[in-house]
T-cell receptor, first 112, second 111 residues
Framework: DTGVSQDPRHKITKRGQNVTFRCDPI?????LYWYRQTLGQGPEFLTY????????KSRLLSDRFSAERPKGSFSTLEIQRTEQGDSAMYLC??????????FGPGTRLTVL | QKEVEQNSGPLSVPEGAIASLNCTYS??????FFWYRQYSGKSPELIMS????GDKEDGRFTAQLNKASQYVSLLIRDSQPSDSATYLC???????????FGQGTRLTINP
């Protein structure tokens, strides 16, 4: 399967703990995006990378959130000191030359 | 005003009929428009993209774009129960790389 992959698929954590998610984009896709989706809403943009450079961050991305894409391939999204309001589906997408975004399966985070 | 607005539904359509999904947007300089399908508990799946005014057809799906009216729609012909899902409209605002999504329309096809 050469699609976008995300790990883990599900994460349950206690409030105050740190969590890290990984995204592997479609190979050769140079743009990678993170979105967050809550129940009944469309995905909301968090941040995006072109190669290893983080070019845009949403105001939704508080100081507790950090994302990296150190070698321009996979990316990680870390949430520090999780809060119950962080419970959501975290989606990763990548684009190639056509600039169409293809999503991975997502990581569902539950903060207790 | 939200950047992208959709009727949240639910929209119920009998099997075999045409399902019509609508979306309006506020950014006049948007150039790229997308429809995603999302099954419950799954991630969004790209089904159509449209960049120019008019219609674009792909199998049973037709996307329609009217930039003057800031309106984009998706028609699904010969609706099947497997089309039951939430349909998300997304735009790429002018000059941006991110997508802005509507809240989605829940579509149910009744056998």
């Amino acid at each position: 399967d050469t699609g976008v992959s995300q790990d883990p698929r599900h994460k349950i954590t206690k409030r105050g703990q740190n969590v890290t998610f990984r995204c592997d984009p479609i190979s050769e896709h140079n743009r990678l995006y993170w979105y967050r989706q809550t129940l009944g809403q469309g995905p909301e943009f968090l941040t995006y990378f072109q190669n290893e450079a983080q070019l845009e961050k949403s105001r939704l991305l508080s100081d507790r959130f950090s994302a990296e894409r150190p070698k321009g391939s996979f990316s990680t999204l870390e949430i520090q000191r999780t809060e119950q309001g962080d419970s959501a589906m975290y989606l990763c997408a990548s684009t190639g030359q056509l600039n169409e975004q293809f999503f991975g399966p997502g990581t569902r985070l539950t903060v207790l | 005003q939200k950047e992208v607005e959709q009727n949240s539904g639910p929209l119920s359509v009998p099997e075999g009929a045409i399902a019509s999904l609508n979306c309006t947007y506020s950014d006049r300089v948007s150039q790229s428009f997308f429809w995603y399908r999302q099954y419950s508990g799954k991630s969004p799946e790209l089904i159509m993209s449209i960049y120019s005014n008019g219609d674009k057809e792909d199998g049973r799906f037709t996307a329609q774009l009217n930039k003057a009216s800031q309106y984009v729609s998706l028609l699904i012909r010969d609706s099947q129960p497997s089309d039951s899902a939430t349909y998300l409209c997304a735009i790429r605002p002018g000059g941006a790389q991110k997508l802005v999504f509507g809240q989605g329309t829940r579509l149910t096809i009744n056998p």
